[in-house]
DNA sequence: AATGCGTTTGCACACGTGTGCAATTTAGCG
DNA sequence: CGCTAAATTGCACACGTGTGCAAACGCATT
């Protein structure tokens, strides 16, 4: 038992045979007799074998980690995504590792070195603030890049993308229907790609219908940008309507609104978040939310790790649908 | 460029010195002149050199990955924790590998592979359900091991717990102040050990002031076992309190108590959870809760990592404590 | 039995790094 | 300048693995 660990060496000598009859059992493909493949498999059990992944990777010049950068860990649908990242990773026998960009906001370019240096097979870039750097070395160093939400960028990296413009259209015409002739329109202050995106949309149908709108940017990603906002704008009495690039601010403002305010809604007020995160479910506020699912981003991600073209032969692009999912913050449909 | 990797022996044609150099350069404490650093550092610069970490870890039989064993992500304290902990290892130079035990609850084996493969510096394990086999392998390989909250195994494993007793004191004590006479106690159903510690110091407690206790131990830690329970438990209307061995499920009951029953809280009934998630804070429930910080389990993370004694020697041991934060699901203090 | 062909096996090299050891250069000092 | 100690540098090995290549082997056909 040197350094505790068993080589495939080890398994050798107790089998009786040679190293490379070790590396060619766990080699799928490769060339052994059934005679000995038992033989080793016996004795690589016996001794509590494992293949050293760090040898492995070194000899094929490439790991099975697949890096995650993600930042606002704290929003659900962040983590809804990086659970199913980290579930279909696993069931792919690739390995997930996780960088915080949060941590790393006055040192990406450390963040980078940490990628780059693993020989990653690919990174994943959640939405969130943009590390440009990041990007820029994964291209120049040959790393494939799946970008999420993160609109088009230049260079040839695979890019997953919310189907944003017909989201926020959705959520205009279902504004519309309800009557509102004032409403507010509310995103973080870090300026999302993918919220500008909803946002402008939304806005866009709006002004063909002559509604007037009130914009709010300021704040992170949260709970609280939405209480805020809700004590500030329904000040103003005119706005009868609410559009908010997440759930989360969507749920401060409706919480504000309901419970602080005294506001009926849906009577008087209609509110539309995006993302259709688990607490809109809640009956206390049962939030009418755009739904781009978890799964859909999942299987594209995947489709981009299983696809083995060179990167040079450009990228793929995947669009996530979305669908308006109606609960009890606008008005019941007429039939 | 071969392979598109530079390597150490690249820099060091390019600087003219041995590869040797390069070698020192980038290792902290190495004796290099002032001259050839510098040297190799332009021609790194101009290269875009970057240590490979496989094979660094190769040599020094470790890597700088640590992995963290995770399930149930959508809880939120445990993803607080993920955040908090995936920051610290960032900062500490070390990489986090996220293995979601969820997506391996029937191929555990496979996971205890996946982590040992990489030759981890160590391992954490979140709370949840409980990967016995994965601990052992751990212990067998001389591979450090952090339990969060998975209480007194066998081994000599670091562990972290929460100060449950604590914990599940206080908020016995603040129900009996809000003269409460029936309680029901709430735990998910695969009986978390933290959980079960909590709920058993209450009912220690309750038992002394002769309070009825009703026990409901079912489903997952949702907010949808707590609606459950509210809506079959409340039937009976002598129950005038609950505490619930989780934010997610105290939620759920008190949404459900309060929004769909109609019932007072608290002026007819007290409510209490554990964990002190941002949810509780919402104004539609101000949840009286028993926090235990993140900051304080991440500190103690990083104390155990720091700590270099052989694995032989015997294991650190920490406990995190716990505070009641009064909101409003318990009645106010008589001053 | 001899031939031919496909399968199995072992040798040896490569992957990129850290470091002990000895050789060499530099610095310090009288 | 000469001598000694210290700092620097290069060589060569080790880490554990995958795989090309050639040798050895098994088996069926002639």
Redesign the pocket.
């Known amino acids: 038992m040197?350094?505790g660990?068993?080589?495939?060496?080890?398994?050798?000598r107790e089998a009786?045979?040679?190293?490379?009859?070790?590396?060619?059992t766990?080699?799928p493909?490769?060339?052994?007799?059934?005679?000995?493949?038992e033989r080793i498999l016996r004795a690589a059990e016996k001794l509590g074998?494992?293949?050293?992944?760090?040898?492995?990777g070194?000899?094929?010049?490439q790991s099975n980690l697949v890096g995650v950068v993600a930042a606002n860990l704290t929003s659900p649908f962040n983590t809804a995504l990086l659970d199913g990242i980290s579930a279909a990773l696993f069931k792919r026998g690739l390995q997930c590792m996780l960088l915080n960009a949060e941590a790393a906001r006055d040192d990406i370019g450390n963040l980078v070195n940490q990628v780059l240096e693993y020989r990653v097979r690919a990174v994943i870039i959640l939405s969130g603030a943009p590390p440009e750097e990041i990007i820029e070395a994964c291209l120049r160093n040959d790393v494939r890049l799946i970008l999420i939400n993160r609109g088009t960028l230049p260079g040839n990296a695979d890019k997953i993308d919310t189907d944003d413009l017909t989201g926020g259209r959705l959520a205009a015409e279902r504004m519309l229907q309800d009557g509102r002739r004032h409403v507010a329109i509310m995103r973080s202050g870090n300026g999302s790609v993918s919220q500008k995106r909803r946002v402008e949309s939304f806005v866009t149908r709006m002004n063909q219908a002559d509604v007037k709108i009130t914009d709010w940017m300021r704040g992170p990603n949260s709970f609280e940008t939405g209480c805020e906002a809700a004590r500030i704008l329904l000040a103003d009495k005119s706005i009868d309507g609410a559009f908010c690039a997440t759930d989360l601010i969507a749920l401060g403002f409706l919480n504000t609104a309901r419970f602080e305010l005294g506001i009926q809604v849906p009577r008087d007020f209609s509110i539309i978040g995006f993302d259709n995160i688990p607490e809109t479910e809640w009956p206390s506020h049962r939030l009418t939310t755009v739904s781009h699912p978890v799964k859909a981003f999942i299987e594209a991600i995947l489709n981009c790790l299983d696809d083995d073209r060179q990167l040079s032969e450009g990228a793929l692009n995947f669009t996530i649908p979305v669908e308006l999912i109606e609960r009890g913050t606008t008005a019941a449909h007429d039939a």
């Open positions: 040197k350094s660990f068993i080589t495939a060496a080890d398994v050798a009786g045979v040679s190293r490379s009859a070790v590396s060619r766990f080699t493909g490769a060339s052994v007799s059934k005679d000995v493949r074998y494992r293949v050293n992944r760090l040898a492995q070194l000899q094929m010049a």
